[in-house]
T-cell receptor
Framework: GQSLEQPSEVTAVEGAIVQINCTYQTSGFYGLSWYQQHDGGAPTFLSYNALDGLEETGRFSSFLSRSDSYGYLLLQELQMKDSASYFCAVRLPVFSSGSARQLTFGSGTQLTVLP | EAQVTQNPRYLITVTGKKLTVTCSQN?????MSWYRQDPGLGLRQIYYSMNVEVTDKGDVPEGYKVSRKEKRNFPLILESPSPNQTSLYFC?????????????FGPGTRLTVL
């Protein structure tokens, strides 16, 4: 089977750096994605790691280590508007057909940024 | 404007009354999916479609049906809704293959089944 684990809540102050971890147990996947969701809104794509290592997009960076079954999202220079839920997701293969299933999401981390 | 639209945005219904939630995308995406979101459980995939007339079950398909007769539309059908289907539903679309990790989500449909 497969499961993705994230902390349920993280709190940090404006201007700080926060890391949201995602650990997974799966027999194979195509990459690790991160999505942001503000309260009641639609999830929006943030970042994707197809390979091990760090991907940087502005204030946000994402990291993947397949050997450690671990990834994280790093948010720098936190702003109040970064208060949201963050989801990691993996795209899993359908072994019977060789095609790729859609995304499987973690349960999400609620980030609260304090002034 | 590139977007995924869902209708209705809010719906209150009663047990057993068939309903359909529509989803449409204007980005010519091959892949489309339906998710439900419940507190503490994140986003769980209900059904997905890789192209017209190609659909498959996700993690929680029981009680739902879908169809993909046109590339742009992917309606979600609840033949006999029950209270445990009260949830926030999202439709999403993406390009195929290696680009499918980036999904574009609709605004959501909040469904209450009494």
């Amino acid at each position: 089977g497969q499961s993705l684990e994230q902390p349920s809540e993280v709190t940090a102050v404006e201007g700080a750096i926060v890391q949201i971890n995602c650990t997974y147990q799966t027999s194979g996947f195509y990459g690790l994605s991160w999505y942001q969701q503000h309260d009641g809104g639609a999830p929006t794509f943030l970042s994707y790691n197809a390979l091990d290592g760090l991907e940087e997009t502005g204030r946000f960076s994402s990291f993947l280590s397949r050997s450690d079954s671990y990834g994280y999202l790093l948010l720098q220079e936190l702003q109040m508007k970064d208060s949201a839920s963050y989801f990691c997701a993996v795209r899993l293969p359908v072994f019977s057909s060789g095609s790729a299933r859609q995304l499987t999401f973690g349960s999400g981390t609620q980030l609260t940024v304090l002034p | 404007e590139a977007q995924v639209t869902q209708n209705p945005r809010y719906l209150i219904t009663v047990t057993g009354k068939k309903l359909t939630v529509t989803c449409s995308q204007n980005m010519n995406h091959e892949y489309m999916s339906w998710y439900r979101q419940d507190p503490g459980l994140g986003l769980r995939q209900i059904y997905y479609s890789m192209n017209v007339e190609v659909t498959d079950k996700g993690d929680v398909p029981e009680g739902y049906k879908v169809s993909r007769k046109e590339k742009r539309n992917f309606p979600l059908i609840l033949e006999s809704p029950s209270p445990n289907q009260t949830s926030l539903y999202f439709c999403a679309s993406s390009l195929k293959g290696l680009a499918s990790h980036e999904q574009f989500f609709g605004p959501g449909t909040r469904l209450t089944v009494l």
